[in-house]
Nanobody, 123 residues
C-alpha cells in the first residue's frame, strides 16, 4: 500500500518561494510517475507537474513553467516542488499523487494521493 505525505505549505507573499515535499512509502517501484496537483476553492483539481521516478523526465502545466521545478530524491523516496515567483493565483491545496504505467496529466489516472498541503499567496 503506497502512502504519500506532503509537507511544506504555508503563507507567503507574492513573489516569494516555497518548497513542497512528498515522502512516499509502502512500495514505490521504478517507472512510477509522481505528480503534483492543486485545487483552489470552487475549482477542479488541476495538474501542476509530474516526474518519472526512474528517468527523471518532467512535465509542467503552462502556468507554472519557468517558476516551478519538480525533482526527486530516489534515496529518500521523496519528490519536491520548488515554487518561485509565487502569485496569488497559485493559492490552492497542493496534492502529491502517484501512478504506475504511462505518464499522464489526468487526475483520474492516479491511484495514490496524499492528504494535501495548503499554499496561500498574499498580494
Amino acid at each position: 500500500q503506497v502512502q504519500l505525505v506532503e509537507s511544506g505549505g504555508g503563507l507567503v507573499q507574492a513573489g516569494g518561494s516555497l518548497i513542497l515535499s512528498c515522502a512516499a512509502s509502502g512500495g514505490i517501484f521504478s517507472g512510477v510517475r509522481m505528480a503534483w496537483f492543486r485545487q483552489a476553492p470552487g475549482k477542479e483539481r488541476e495538474f501542476v507537474a509530474r516526474i518519472t521516478w526512474s528517468s527523471g523526465s518532467t512535465d509542467y502545466t503552462d502556468s507554472v513553467k519557468g517558476r516551478f521545478t519538480i525533482s526527486g530524491d530516489n534515496a529518500k523516496n521523496t519528490v519536491y516542488l520548488q515554487m518561485n515567483s509565487l502569485k496569488p493565483e497559485d493559492t490552492a491545496v497542493y496534492y502529491c499523487a502517484a501512478k504506475q504505467g504511462i505518464a499522464t496529466r489526468n487526475r483520474y489516472d492516479y491511484n495514490y494521493w496524499g492528504q494535501g498541503t495548503q499554499v496561500t499567496v498574499s498580494s
